[in-house]
């Protein structure tokens, strides 16, 4: 695929293409829309196949921040960067302080966070370089807790819609990814005496989530075909396909990983299934707007009832899919959208 054809394609306004060999930093930094607001999106770090590999999954990252940010109400576009390379590594201050530089140079268009592979200390040095990054020490922080539990109510609000009830009592939970967010998500589901499910690629973190919280262990490629009645991606994206969804035998799928749908017909496919999916960027919206929260000076726990009204928000996408007869993730759409479009009538793009 061509580098414009996909920047076209997902209608992206900047891409940036960042080096500094000295720091043996290579990263990519995409600006997806910026009517609203700012874009803000975090810094995924990951030992990618291919550069455009990684170019893929920025361009898509940063689509889903501009949705998740219109659904949320939040006056943010939508952004993201990722930095190719082993996120294990220990040598950390001069490459994310080579990242911080290049944020700095868009003076603002771009707000980074932590994400995958990244940790509140690696913000702080981008905050050496840069004053355009959030979830820093002594601020907001890790925007992990909150983002588990917006995820949490949003599961909640998924059994409200197909059992006619929010308790998650008894309910057999399989959890994809126990990092930050998965461990955290899974202490909510296992205080409402859930069933736990539990997978991840290391298996120290698989142990701890065995041990803390009683739940079942499972190999990384067997999740998928786990009997349970609902099924939370916290991991990678791309994980609805073609190649998992013939061993769905979930009636809900509700978790916090980005993109989970590696097609958006794989949306229409859930939902002929009879499969009730709520869209990522609306249930994991949680550490977007504790970010938010940070830049507009919000106590931590004003940014949590913000995550709780998540709920609220899902069980109106539910009914406008109902009422439309069209799946979830194009209900979704429709409403980050209209509230663009809204904005963008009354607004210049934000400069």
Known sequence: MEIFELICEHELEQVVFCYEPTANYRGIIAI??????PALGGTRFWNYRSDLEALIDVVRLARGMTYKAAVAGLNLGGGKSVIIGDPKTTRREMLFRAHGRFVESL????????DVGTSVEDMDYVHMETEYVTGIAGRSGDPSPVTAYGTYRGIQACARERYGKESLKGLRIA???????GFHLCEHLASEDATLVVTDIDEEKLQRAVQAFGAEPVTPDKIYAVKAEIFAPCALGA???DQT???????VIAGAANNQLAEERHGDVLA???????PDYVINAGGLINVYGELNGWSPDRALRKAGEIYETLGQLFELAREQGIPTHEAADRLAERRIDQVARIQRTWV
């Open 245 to 251: 969804i013939p061993q769905f035998r979930f009636e």
């Open 107 to 114: 003076k603002g268009r771009y707000i980074t966070a932590e």
């Open 175 to 181: 959890v994809q990814g126990l990092g930050h967010v």
């Open 239 to 241: 994980v609805i396909n």
């Open 272 to 278: 002929q299934k009879g499969i009730l999916y709520a």
């Open 32 to 37: 997806h829309n910026t009517t609203l607001g």
